[in-house]
Every structure is written in structure tokens, then in C-alpha cells.
């Protein structure tokens, strides 16, 4: 019977080698349903293996459970099989993280560590103890556990670095990286934790570096968000090229492989009858087209994210950076293809027109989260784009597609609700509706828990008020942005105090305090320079420190500092804000009784102004036009009890909006809060209509 077994392993092997998944799981099936009794250790091989075949190659999380189940009863009875034991609780442990039995997940991992701390069995109990460690890790995570991940994961370093194994130590200590970035309880903490992971890194050989192309884009994708957080933007524009580069060879050489592999085909294609060419000499082809960008050996499932989905994670990170330089060009180009790539992902999970997350697959729940959470931040940033270059209608188009899809996904994609609202704020602004965007802000920090998106929301709340203009407003206004400047410097990096200096000396200028104004407007102008290097928000405070100088008569300086705002506006095509400048020009041209100049310049702005008022005109005319800036919060589907235990059993909802430094690494079970927003959202027009 022994035979027949092992007859139908290979013929199940084979079949599955040629996709046929349907026939391999059939042949592994005859051996467990044959009415003549096996040998217990050929049971237990044959559950394991169609365990292993439906995890990766089907949605049937509970079949494969069962037979899983069954090898373990079957294993009790065995004294010895350390290696199918591991097996067994390592798929196990698999399939209750798909459905979401979190504890009965951690109880599997820790009779598996008992088992292989005890086992005594070299090298190969070591990287067992690593892979449950691993695992356990991710389920700590899930719970809002970031100690007890910490602790597991270190457990994981310690092995390695005990089996002098570089890489997997790389594995656990960017893992520790990632759990500390998602935490951030302590820039230091953060800090070691990334010196560490450089430390590593350098001590792997170059080739083998080289090799290990899923642990190079695990650590230079943490590298950036660490350098992103605290807005070292200058250092990590250097690691981003690096990125980019690995990224476009890396395709270049899948692209070759394809081109083998298409040659292959049409070889054998004509060689009919003949012994096909593929097996012999280009075996490997298909593989290597197919490969997994894995972090660690097995048994370790080291896998942080598909290839693509870190592929698309690159092309976003080129976005984030080009986008404050005004490179808008290159930013299209990789948002669509970002986009690109999501769609056919998404389409593999089975998410077509018209499908909402309570008909989504059990075992597809989190990794589409993955990429909807992706597709936000490309969606995102392109309503930002659109917005800076005063395309109105098609950032309603994009503000619209992102409202349909948190309405189809409204749990998956829960923490995405702030950053619509605060987008439809953004627009609202845009737009001259001051009103409804101060309520959309206000939104805002109702909906989210982190302290630096609240501030946001203030500080672009307050800008509005300021531009509505009355005596009430303005004193709502300095109730907002006067607690936020008291803790301005509790925040990591210096998004929020670029931004809530500019409003408070936009504040302090409408109301004549020009000395102070001159002072906060300056001190942020530098800062922003030289940490942030967002030229829209340089733009707008060179215009309003113009305004200033033209206020002290200080026409020099106000000339030379107008001119740069304009022709970073004039770069960004941000016609509000060249209006803006242009009025200022129009008075310091008056101030200079330069009557020529001055008549040039109205005609100029005339035509600014007039182009403003065309594209304003095509927005509001939109029949989206009303829905988005409605201060009405949008309406999604509420679950009923059943749906929303099975959209949340995967963790994917709650992946944080700090992406990308979230994407893949599970978050506790509540609603995640974007804690450090990737991008500056444009504060706006900031009364470029009103000043």
C-alpha cells in the first residue's frame, strides 16, 4: 500500500506542478478516503500536504483545518515525527489566523514552541522555534499586544543569532523595527531598533545581500518611513532612488524570464509530439517569474507582502516624495501605474465591480485590505495633486471613487473615513466654501484618536475660519490653533509645526500684529525649507511674508520674496495662489508708483482670475459638487451582527492609515488611527480670494 501512497503523491504533485489543483487535491483525497486502511504516518502526510495544497491554492480554510485537526490526533499516538508535529501546528496556526480564532492560535504556536524548545533536534528544531516565534508575534500584534510581539520576536533574534544565521536575524530585527514603528512609544526605541537593523545588514556578504531581495526591500522600506516620520526627507530621497533602482532591474529581469518562458512555449508548441524542451534545461524559468519576495528560510512563512503589492508600495513612496517638489508628471505616471497594479490584484481576490466586502472570501478578507488600503493612498495623494494644480473635477473624481469604496468596504476600510472627511475638507476649501469645510475638519478629529491628525484638523479648520473672515470666526480660530501650538513640540518630526505656524502668523497678520506675524512666519518658512521641501506650502509663505513686507513698506524685500512665490505657484500651476500674488504685486506696484508695471500686472491677474472663475464655475456645476462638500458625513452600509464578525475576523481593517509603514503588519482589533500622515495635505487657499 506503501506504493500505491507514494504513486499518488508524486501523480498529485504533478498535477499541481501543471495548476490542475482540482486533480492533486482528488489523488491526496483517495489515500484519506480509501475504504482499505493506510499506514498512520501515510495518513498524516497525505492531511498535511492537502492542507498545505487548499491553504495556498484555495479559499477552504476549513477543510484544510479538518484534515489538520485529524493529523494531530493521529500524531498523539506517534512518540517521535518532530518535523510533522511542527508541520501540523505551523499550518494549523495558519488557518486559525485566517479565520480570525486569534486565541486558539496563540495556544497552537505555544505547544509548538514547548515542542521544539525541548526537541533537542539541532539546526532544525532552532528554525522551527524561530517560524512559531515569528508567528506568535504577528498574533500578539492582532490583539494590541506590542510587548509580548517584542518579546517573541527577540526570542527569534536570539535563536538566530545563537545558529549565526545573518539573515535571519535581519528577519527578526526588522521585524522588531516595524512593531516599533507601528508602536512609536520612544523616537529612541526606534532609533536603536533601526541602528541595529544597519548594523546586520552591513555584517551579510554583499552577494548574499544581493540574494536576499525580500529582506532588501523589507529594510529599506522601514528605513524610509523611520526617515519619513521624523522628516528627514533629504536622506531618505537617497534610499527611495536606491529603491526604484532594485525595483525597475528586478522587473527588467522577471520581463526577461517571461520573454524565456513565451520562447519555451512556442518551441514546444511546434515540437508536437516531441519531448517538450521546459523540464530539461529551462526548468527553473517559471519559478523565477512566480517568486515570492521571502524574508526568511522555511518552515519560516517570511513573506512581508506579495511582490506586487511591495512593487506598488514603491511606486507610492516615489509618489510621496516627488509630489511636495511639484514633479506632478512623475507622479501620474506611477499613481497609475500603482493603480494599475492594485486592479489586477484586486480582481485575483475576486473583487469586481459591484462586489462588497460581506461577499468576500474568508482567507481573501486581509490581503484585500492590503490593497485597498493601498489603493487609498494613491487615490489620496492624487486628490492632493489635483487640488494643488486647481483641477477640480477630477479631484472630485478621485474624492469620489474613494467614497465608493469605503462604502463597499465601510469595516475593511474604517480608518479610511478621517482621511475622506479631511479630503473633502481640503476641497471644500479649495472651492471657497469655508463653512462646510471648517465641518468636515471638524470631522475629523471626532473620527480619528491620533493626536498629530487632530492637530491637522484644527490648524486647517482654523485656516478656514480665518478666511471666512468675521470677528466670531477669528476668535474660533485662535481657540483652535492656540492648544495645538502649546504642544507643538510633543510631535514627532515638524509637519504640524510648519503648519500651525504658518496659520498662526497668517492669523496674527489679519489681525495687524505684523512684528510677531513677521517672526512665526519666518521661523517656519525656514523650517520647512529645510526639513520639508514642499514647495506649495514655501509658496504660500512666501506670499503671505510679501504681503507683510508690502504692509511695513518694505517694498525691496517684498519684490525679491514675491517674485519666488510666484514662481514656485507658476511651477505647482496653482492659480489660486498666483492670484494671490499678483494682488500683492498690484499694491507693490502702487506703493512704487510703477504706473506701467502696474497696469501690466492687473491684466495679468485679470486673466488669473478669470481662468479661477472658469474652473470654479465647471466644479460647482458638477452634480458631485454639493454631495462632497454637504456637511453630512458619509453613509455606508452598517454590518448586522454576522457580517461584521466576519469582516473583522480578518485583521485587514486594521492595518493603520500610517501607511505605508502599516501595510502588512497586523494592528490591534479597533479602529487605528493615522498617527503621522505620509503627505502634508495642502492647507489650502488660505484666503488667496480674501486677503
Not at 460 to 487: M, N, Q, R, T
Not at 494 to 514: D, S
Amino acid at each position: 500500500m506503501e506504493a500505491v501512497a507514494e504513486g499518488l503523491w508524486e501523480l498529485a504533485e504533478h498535477h499541481e506542478q501543471s495548476r490542475e489543483i482540482g486533480k492533486a487535491v482528488k489523488c491526496l483525497e483517495a489515500i484519506c478516503q480509501s475504504p482499505i486502511s493506510f499506514l498512520p504516518i501515510v495518513e498524516i502526510k497525505t492531511r498535511l500536504r492537502l492542507a498545505a495544497l487548499l491553504l495556498k491554492h484555495s479559499h477552504n480554510v476549513n477543510h484544510a483545518k479538518s484534515h489538520l485537526e485529524r493529523s494531530q490526533l493521529l500524531l498523539k499516538s506517534i512518540p517521535s515525527c518532530f518535523e510533522l508535529k511542527c508541520r501540523a501546528y505551523s499550518l494549523l496556526s495558519q488557518c486559525y489566523h485566517l479565520v480570525g480564532a486569534i486565541p486558539a492560535q496563540k495556544q497552537i504556536l505555544n505547544k509548538g514552541l514547548e515542542l521544539s524548545a525541548i526537541s533537542g533536534d539541532g539546526f532544525a528544531g532552532r528554525l522551527w522555534y524561530c517560524n512559531f516565534n515569528s508567528q506568535l508575534a504577528n498574533a500578539l500584534i492582532i490583539e494590541g499586544d506590542y510587548h509580548g510581539s517584542i518579546s517573541a520576536l527577540e526570542q527569534g533574534l536570539t535563536s538566530a543569532s545563537e545558529m549565526f544565521y545573518p539573515e535571519l536575524q535581519m528577519f527578526f530585527a526588522t521585524s522588531i523595527l516595524h512593531v516599533r514603528v507601528m508602536q512609536w512609544d520612544s523616537t529612541n526605541l526606534v532609533e536603536e531598533s533601526v541602528n541595529r537593523c544597519n548594523l546586520i545588514w552591513e555584517s551579510i556578504e554583499p552577494e548574499k545581500r544581493q540574494q536576499a531581495l525580500g529582506l532588501l526591500f523589507y529594510h529599506e522600506l522601514l528605513q524610509l518611513f523611520y526617515l519619513l516620520r521624523i522628516c528627514d526627507y533629504k536622506t531618505a530621497a537617497q534610499r527611495i532612488d536606491k529603491l526604484d533602482g532594485v525595483m525597475k532591474f528586478d522587473l527588467q529581469r522577471m520581463q526577461q524570464f517571461q520573454d524565456l518562458n513565451n520562447e519555451v512555449g512556442a518551441l514546444n508548441h511546434s515540437s508536437s509530439g516531441k519531448t517538450p524542451l521546459e523540464p530539461a534545461y529551462f526548468g527553473n524559468v517559471k519559478r523565477a517569474c512566480e517568486e515570492k519576495l521571502e524574508l526568511a528560510p522555511p518552515p519560516i512563512d517570511g513573506e512581508w507582502l506579495p511582490k506586487s503589492a511591495v512593487y506598488a508600495l514603491v511606486n507610492l513612496m516615489v509618489v510621496v516624495f516627488s509630489r511636495p517638489k511639484g514633479l506632478f508628471k512623475e507622479c501620474q505616471k506611477r499613481i497609475q501605474s500603482g493603480l494599475q497594479i492594485i486592479q489586477d490584484e484586486l480582481v485575483k481576490l475576486g473583487i469586481t465591480e459591484g462586489i462588497k466586502e460581506v461577499e468576500l472570501q474568508h482567507s481573501a478578507i486581509w490581503m484585500a485590505g492590503v490593497y485597498l488600503m493601498l489603493l487609498m493612498q494613491f487615490l489620496e495623494n492624487k486628490v492632493a495633486i489635483d487640488l494643488t494644480r486647481t483641477e477640480f473635477i477630477e479631484a472630485q473624481e478621485a474624492l469620489l471613487q474613494m467614497r465608493n469604496w469605503f462604502v463597499r468596504f465601510p469595516t475593511i476600510l474604517q480608518a479610511c473615513e478621517s482621511i475622506i472627511e479631511m479630503l473633502r475638507g481640503q476641497y471644500a476649501h479649495s472651492v471657497g466654501c469655508y463653512s462646510e469645510a471648517v465641518f468636515h475638519f471638524l470631522e475629523v478629529s471626532k473620527l480619528t484618536q491620533s493626536k498629530s491628525m487632530q492637530a491637522m484638523s484644527h490648524i486647517y479648520a482654523a485656516v478656514s475660519y480665518i478666511c471666512i473672515g468675521d470677528a466670531e470666526s477669528s476668535a474660533k480660530a485662535v481657540d483652535l490653533i492656540g492648544p495645538v501650538l502649546g504642544v507643538i513640540d510633543s510631535f514627532v518630526g515638524v509637519r504640524e509645526k510648519t503648519t500651525a505656524l504658518y496659520t498662526y502668523g497668517f492669523l496674527l497678520m489679519r489681525q495687524q500684529n505684523l512684528q510677531e506675524a513677521r517672526v512665526r512666519l519666518a521661523a517656519g518658512l525656514q523650517t520647512t525649507h529645510t526639513y520639508l521641501g514642499n514647495l506649495q506650502l514655501v509658496s504660500q509663505y512666501l506670499t503671505v511674508l510679501g504681503n507683510l513686507a508690502l504692509a511695513l513698506h518694505d517694498t525691496g524685500q517684498a519684490r525679491e520674496i514675491l517674485r519666488s512665490a510666484l514662481t514656485l505657484a507658476k511651477k505647482l500651476n496653482d492659480i489660486p495662489t498666483q492670484t494671490w500674488v499678483l494682488s500683492n504685486f498690484t499694491v507693490l506696484y502702487q506703493q512704487s508708483a510703477e504706473k506701467g508695471s502696474e497696469m501690466e500686472n492687473i491684466e495679468y491677474q485679470r486673466r488669473k482670475v478669470e481662468e479661477l472663475q472658469q474652473r470654479l464655475a465647471i466644479a460647482s456645476s458638477s452634480i458631485h459638487h454639493n454631495e462632497l462638500i454637504e456637511k453630512v458625513r458619509i453613509q455606508a452600509h452598517q454590518l448586522n451582527e454576522n457580517e461584521m464578525k466576519r469582516a473583522i475576523a480578518g485583521p485587514s481593517k486594521t492595518v493603520d492609515l500610517d501607511i505605508p509603514e502599516s501595510v502588512g503588519l497586523l494592528t490591534p482589533q479597533r479602529t487605528m488611527p493615522s498617527a503621522a500622515r505620509l503627505m502634508d495635505l495642502n492647507i489650502g487657499r488660505l484666503g488667496k480670494r480674501k486677503l
